[in-house]
């Protein structure tokens, strides 16, 4: 069945320093791929998204491209900020049921 | 994006009680799920809640532990039966984006403790 690995974490890193969350995935057919972030004690918001393969999502510096021939969706950002730090996790649509697959979640907590 | 609220946003209750989480969109939506997220966790899809029929619940959840309602295209309750200590969660709703089969958005959360 589909399923989506991630990083596992949890990830420190100190201020400006460049960030790489790890995903792959297993899918039949053509899955669209996210990136969802939890800021502490909030709800799910989405960050990013690719449709389709060598699509790349963007938002708020962060960035992931669909690698369909690793099935991968790394998330990555140049210069990672205090506000960043929350829970990050990858997720993918499974059209032939009507859902979404998250991974297990990634936490990033970034030093001043 | 709808735009989705949820009732109450935290909350402490006693075991065996129950509380019923309402989850409110700005729009019409075809699709709604409830979503349950363990302390550390990831999340589980509890069920798909039905406009004008029983909701489709996931292995592992039952209908009587969480009755679900969906009376109109816009509003959802779940109600969590009978509660122990393993039900301290946070619980989620969804919808999809309308037209769109494949990005979901959420509420804020529902962050309950039973004691």
């Known amino acids: 069945g589909n399923s989506v690995t991630q990083m596992e974490g949890p990830v420190t890193l100190s201020e400006e320093a460049f960030l790489t969350i790890n995903c792959t995935y297993t899918a039949t057919g053509y899955p669209s791929l996210f990136w969802y972030v939890q800021y502490p004690g909030e709800g799910l918001q989405l960050l990013l998204k690719?449709?389709?393969?060598?699509d790349k999502g963007s938002n708020k510096g962060f960035e992931a491209t669909y690698r369909k021939e690793t099935t991968s969706f790394h998330l990555e950002k140049g210069s990672v900020q205090v506000s960043d730090s929350a829970v990050y996790f990858c997720?993918?649509?499974?059209?032939?049921?009507?859902?979404?697959?998250f991974g297990s979640g990634t936490r990033l907590s970034i030093r001043p | 994006s709808a735009v989705i609220s949820q009732k109450p946003s935290r909350d402490i209750c006693q075991r065996g009680t129950s509380l019923t989480i309402q989850c409110q969109v700005d729009?019409?939506?075809?699709?709604m799920f409830w979503y349950r997220q363990q302390p550390g966790q990831s999340l589980t899809l509890i069920a798909t809640a039905n406009q004008g029929s029983e909701a489709t619940y996931e292995s592992g959840f039952v209908i009587d532990k969480f009755p679900i309602s969906r009376p109109n295209l816009t509003f959802s309750t779940l109600t969590v039966s009978n509660m122990s200590p393993e039900d301290s969660s946070i619980y989620l709703c969804?919808?999809?984006?309308?037209?769109?089969?494949?990005?979901?958005?959420f509420g804020p959360g529902t962050r309950l403790t039973v004691l």
């Open positions: 997720a993918l649509s499974d059209p032939s049921a009507s859902k979404i697959i």
């Open positions: 729009s019409q939506v075809t699709m």
């Open positions: 969804s919808v999809y984006q309308e037209g769109s089969l494949d990005t979901q958005y």
């Open positions: 690719a449709t389709k393969a060598d």
